[in-house]
């Protein structure tokens, strides 16, 4: 008995530690809040923010075609990793691994796909449509394959302490700063560390709202266990956290209810279901935190939703399979998350939707320079009098021009012509970068009148 005793009482301990092991995977809401009260432009902006995308959502607006969003990985290591491949300095591999995931997600091709662990919410599975690239092209016009990596003397980043949770986007705090966040979406990749109250925190990124002069801060966080599922990736990530944390960065809350009564007890709310949320009212209201997998026998039905004005005109289960929920395995977005979604890349973020960056789309970490097979692609002739004649294999989705300084003088997404004139120009040293679904080239052109 005694045996016994012990052993349930070790069961319930487990239990009760894999709770507060998990309870701040994500730190978003906490730091939210805090930067509503410390900085009262972040409330306007938020404010902003949300009355634009329910006007872009009740003008019955959608999005019709893929998005492409640049982006930029800022791999924050410790200065003894400096071999790519060790401890915090990850691999390409493991950022390729990451990235493919975050854009199966993002596609509603995840390996669920057709073949979910449960049917239960099938019809409000709906698909983004986007796709994250690697950016082909820094903020100065200069090659580059998206990926850069710091080193640093800072051995982890307390995501409990307030400084040091945005500390690694700051050069001058050890880390790096920001690429212009109207443009690229920055992701910093480092060593998180919690200080007080146990757990540990996965990852976080800002509810869209912050205004320029605190928009360094923006992006997403997440610690280099979580990003991706191989090389130096935790035994226990599922890859998703930057699928979770994209979702806060464009505006999506948790599904489950993150308030509790004047004693304490966590109570029922639909908590994505109002301004803040923005009204999503396909996810159905949820009690406390699921952390478990979602199986087909998973039946959690913690709030009845015929207490809530949402879709639902029968009491379902939770749906722990969303992405925005804390399970262990989560495979979707409901179709009106995505109005949320594609709200935000029409409204604050909709510069981001337009940058005009260049970027791979390939899904592969190039090297920054010429990638592309040249025997798919012709430029010719150089040096040229001002015709150009581009001839590629490959369907070109962007193409640049820039000068010398590397200042950006044309820009053009689904290029299409087979010529370019540059006549216009002055004589002198011209980049055409060409990125393509197989990767970027750029060619240095020599233009003479
Ligand atoms: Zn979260």
Redesign the pocket.
Known sequence: MKKIAILSLLVLTSIVMSGQVNIK??I??RLVKQELISNPDYAKGRANAITENIAWIKANNSEKTTINIPVVIHIIHKNTHSNIGIGTNISNDQIEDALKILNEDYSKTNPEYLNPPRNTFLNYWGNPDMKFCLATSDPSGNPTNGIIRTSTTIADWDADDSFEANAMKRTVNGGMDAWDPSKYLNIWVCNLSNSSGGGITLGYAYLPGLQSWNAWKDGLVIDFQYFGTIGGASSSSDGRTAT??IG?YLGLM?TFCEDADAQGNLICCDNDNNSWGGYVDDTPATKDIYFGNVTANTNNNTCNDLSYSNIFTNDVLDMDENF?SYASTAWMFTDDQINVINATLNGYRSSLKNSTVNMNCDGSVGTGLNNYQLENLNIYPNPTLGKLNIVSADKINTLSITNIIGKELLFTKDFLANTIDLSSYESGVYFINISTDKGTHIEKIIFTK
């Open positions: 995977k994500c978003t809401t979770h944390e806060h948790h925005m």
